[in-house]
């Protein structure tokens, strides 16, 4: 799994199964198979490759889909994993994480921290992490470089959707994706050009919207259809 040979590579982690609550934190980067992310906003991804989260205090991440994660979590974010091939996860107190994949991913946590799904949890005293590769300390409070060529808030409405209604958009929209919470492409347009368009008939429940406004990176909301 190219994720745990990125692990391996930066010395971060131990053999899976085992308990270690000090680890340390990578830099960011950005590479095809499995880069490094910062995470200093709310966000959702799909993540086919298996990459390294670092999720600043009171970020709440969404994974759609996993490769085989490693998160680590700072005091307050929130994890939510909907579709996973085996995360490793690492949590400071007052985290919350609902895991409702199938997967048995492993949660090393303090006990302050919540788990809600099938995974392994290993308790710690303590989750400290070593910030000398980021400067000596959190990196948090820059800019996410997950999402820097996202300069437009995209807004979805309304949300929830009742059967029958248009879906409408604060900007143009040129493309959009709708995904199940098992990852499964629903629905797709592209090239379309407009701010409000009419979806086929879909079951009440949630989806994975991704939305593009031209050639940017799309961005993925949750839609509700009631």
């Known amino acids: 799994m190219k994720t745990l040979l990125l692990i391996l590579f930066f010395g971060l982690t131990s053999a899976c199964y ?3 609550c000090s680890q ?13 992310y910062h995470i200093f906003e709310n966000s959702n991804i799909n993540d ?3 990459s390294i989260y670092y999720l600043c ?18 005091q307050g974010s929130q994890l939510t994993i909907i579709n996973s091939d085996g995360d490793v996860i690492y949590a400071k107190g007052g985290c919350t994480i ?11 946590m303090e006990s302050s921290s919540s788990y809600t799904g099938n995974g392994i949890v ?21 800019t996410n470089n997950l999402n820097d060529e996202l300069k ?13 209604e248009n879906l409408s958009f604060n900007e143009t929209i040129q493309s959009l994706e709708l995904y199940n919470l098992k990852g499964h492409l629903l629905y797709q347009v592209n090239g379309i050009g407009t701010k409000s368009l ?23 909301m949750k839609l509700s259809i009631e």
């Open 198 to 220: 009419k979806l086929p008939t879909l079951s009440s429940g949630m989806y994975i919207a991704n939305v593009s406004i031209g050639d940017d990176k799309p961005i993925q």
């Open 24 to 36: 340390l934190i990578p830099p960011a980067v950005n590479i095809p198979e499995g880069g490094i």
């Open 152 to 164: 437009k808030e995209i807004l979805m409405f309304p949300n929830p959707l009742q059967s029958g």
């Open 57 to 74: 205090p009171g970020v709440h991440l969404t994974i759609a889909s996993s490769g085989g994660c490693v998160i680590y979590m700072e």
């Open 18 to 20: 085992s308990q270690n």
């Open 98 to 108: 609902t895991d409702i994949s199938m997967q048995s991913n492993i949660i090393s």
């Open 122 to 142: 290993l308790l710690c005293p303590s989750v400290d992490y070593d910030y000398s590769m980021v400067g000596g300390s959190s990196p948090c409070g820059g």
């Open 48 to 50: 086919s490759v298996g």
